[in-house]
Every structure is written in C-alpha cells, then in structure tokens.
T-cell receptor, first 113, second 114 residues
Framework: DQQVKQNSPSLSVQEGRISILNCDYT??????FLWYKKYPAEGPTFLIS?????DKNEDGRFTVFLNKSAKHLSLHIVPSQPGDSAVYFC????????????FGTGTRLKVLA | EAGVAQSPRYKIIEKRQSVAFWCNPI?????LYWYQQILGQGPKLLIQ????????DSQLPKDRFSAERLKGVDSTLKIQPAKLEDSAVYLC????????????FGPGTRLTVL
C-alpha cells in the first residue's frame, strides 16, 4: 500500500529551464511534507518543507506547492542547474503519533548542460 | 557541526551470516531512526528511538533484526541471520526531538547479501 507516490521515475530538463517534480499521497492524516535530495553514495539531504496550513513555500530557487484537496504536492526548481541532478524524494508526515516519515519512491532528475 | 556518522560504508556477506551497523547521531539529537532503502524504492522506517527508548518498531522484522541505542547516543542495528532480500542501503538519521522536524541522514551502509 503505497501511501506516497512519485509516478515519474525520471525527468530530464535543460539547464536554465524549470524542473517540476510531482508527488501524490492518499492519507488525509498527512499534514507536513518535505522534499529531500539524494546524490549517489550519500544520504538524503533536506531541501524544503511545507505545512498543510500553507499552499506554497519558497526558498531561493526551490518552491513547493501543496494542493490539499487533490492530495498533491510539487517541487519547482527555477532555474535548473546541472548540480541539481540527483534523486528527489518527497516525504509525508502525520503530525500526531510518532511523526513517522513516509517516503515516495523518488524521481531522478537530470539537468542537461 | 559534525553530521550523522555511519560505519561500515559497505558490507558484503553470505546469506545466513550476521552483520551489524553502527550509527553516531548529531550531538544533542534525541531522536534516532534506522531506515532500509531497497534499490528503486524510498527509505522505509525500521525503528525510531527517542533517547534510548523505542518509539516505533512496527516495521522491524523482529525475528532477524534488532537494534539498540545504549545511553541514548550511538546505535547499532543487527541482522541475524541475513537473507538475500536484506540487500539494501541502511540509513541512519537523527533529529532534535519527536516532532515533524527535519531529519538529518548519514551516508548509509550498503549491504549486499550473496
């Protein structure tokens, strides 16, 4: 039972263009969401998060959008840079109980120079 | 500030052998997590500690996996005996407290079971 889904296993984007990574969830109890970036042979590193009381959060080139009614979030990277090439995971957290992170399967982003 | 440390980075064993992984969290972090990441999947939580107590071990295969966090700092994860399907990257993460705070991940241990 995959509660957090990233339906695009990979994405290629030209340098300077926008990258849009998508994530869907099924559990309405999730109300905090995070994006992590992972380079090969390294652990995931935190990128940006959003609480369900917001629909948008911005940090530099990274913006996360949350559509609660559609149970959908997206990460926008503008402009994309070759150093952004990595695997991106979304994670969902129910802010009650143990705050367990439920991760998606990841999207491999390749930014072409 | 030093990050989460894990060792070893790589381990190759034969099935039915035992293996142990070590994690040293960020200093002062009360919460420690062990995740299993199978190739092509996202990290899956195995066990979560708050200080030296277990908060969630609902997805830990307790017939073969065990974990401890002595003195609320370092932690070890053990697999005994290993199966082929245990081949994965084992990630340790730590966080400041029991909340939706950011978790900080170590580099992971890649386990191959032959």
């Amino acid at each position: 039972d995959q509660q957090v889904k990233q339906n695009s296993p990979s994405l290629s984007v030209q340098e300077g263009r926008i990258s849009i990574l998508n994530c869907d969830y099924t559990n309405s109890m999730f109300d905090y969401f995070l994006w992590y970036k992972k380079y090969p042979a390294e652990g995931p590193t935190f990128l940006i998060s959003i609480s369900s009381i917001k629909d948008k959060n911005e940090d530099g080139r990274f913006t996360v959008f949350l559509n609660k009614s559609a149970k959908h979030l997206s990460l926008h990277i503008v402009p994309s840079q070759p150093g952004d090439s990595a695997v991106y995971f979304c994670a969902a957290v129910p802010t009650s109980g143990t705050y367990k992170y439920i991760f998606g399967t990841g999207t491999r982003l390749k930014v072409l120079a | 500030e030093a990050g989460v440390a894990q060792s070893p980075r790589y381990k190759i064993i034969e099935k039915r052998q035992s293996v142990a992984f070590w994690c040293n969290p960020i200093s002062g972090h009360a919460t420690l997590y062990w995740y299993q990441q199978i190739l092509g999947q996202g990290p899956k939580l195995l066990i979560q500690f708050q200080n030296n107590g277990v908060v969630d071990d609902s997805q830990l295969p307790k017939d073969r996996f065990s974990a401890e966090r002595l003195k609320g700092v370092d932690s070890t994860l053990k697999i005994q005996p290993a199966k082929l399907e245990d081949s994965a990257v084992y990630l340790c993460a730590s966080g400041p407290g029991l909340a939706a705070d950011t978790q900080y991940f170590g580099p992971g241990t890649r386990l191959t079971v032959l």
